[in-house]
T-cell receptor
């Protein structure tokens, strides 16, 4: 019973394609996040949702569109994939968005765009 | 704006050596501080956290960190490392915004 689960674990696709990554958490947390980890291991927040509402939207291309159907799910859809989108995408959750509780991370989705 | 610096990008130690990884942040207000660890091929896991109180924080697996407010630092320490501590270590800071800002990570390689 994984706390934060992401699918798929690996995603290999060609430039120009559209793909989605799904995330679910069973911790009862009210806040969920998408982080991108590049090839140098640098972690950068992309989006954050609190109770299905978008609260953080970093300077991410609008080809990336998050969607939170309920507070336990946060999906990420990427249109017109580019080579530079290759990275590991981590979903995370926490209780409260004020950084007063630690993040629980999923296992990551390694996206490779060829 | 908040930022986090981890000056050691790559550290190589022998087993039983002592470890100290540096973390400095820039933000003048109240902060919450974290250290996360990422073992090879795995997700990030929380090692320890500081919100308030005793500035010396103990975490899992024998790790500890000390918050020194005057130096804007939150260095991670372990008296005696093991081969299984080989991993990437990330310092993170939460401040005024709802964002947790991560440092660039320190790759620790422990040689048996």
């Amino acid at each position: 019973d994984t706390a934060v689960s992401q699918t798929p674990k690996y995603l290999v696709t060609q430039m120009g394609n559209d793909k989605s990554i799904k995330c679910e958490q069973n911790l009862g947390h009210d806040t969920m996040y998408w982080y991108k980890q590049d090839s140098k291991k640098f972690l950068k927040i992309m989006f954050s949702y609190n109770n299905k509402e978008l609260i953080i939207n970093e300077t991410v291309p609008n080809r990336f569109s998050p969607k939170s159907p309920d507070k336990a799910h946060l999906n990420l859809h990427i249109n017109s994939l580019e080579l530079g989108d290759s990275a590991v995408y981590f979903c995370a959750s926490s209780q409260g968005g004020g950084m007063n509780s630690p993040l629980h991370f999923g296992n990551g989705t390694r996206l490779t765009v060829t | 704006a908040q930022s986090v610096s981890q000056h050691n990008h790559h550290v190589i130690l022998s087993e039983a050596a002592s470890l100290e990884l540096g973390c400095n942040y820039s933000y003048g207000g109240t902060v919450n501080l974290f250290w996360y660890v990422q073992y090879p091929g795995q997700h990030l896991q929380l090692l320890l956290k500081y919100f308030s109180g005793d500035p010396l924080v103990k975490g899992i697996k024998g790790f500890e960190a000390e918050f020194i407010k005057s130096k804007f630092s939150f260095n991670l320490r372990k008296p005696s490392v093991q081969w299984s501590d080989t991993a990437e270590y990330f310092c993170a800071v939460g401040g005024a915004t709802n964002k947790l800002i991560f440092g660039t990570g320190t790759l620790l390689a422990v040689q048996p």
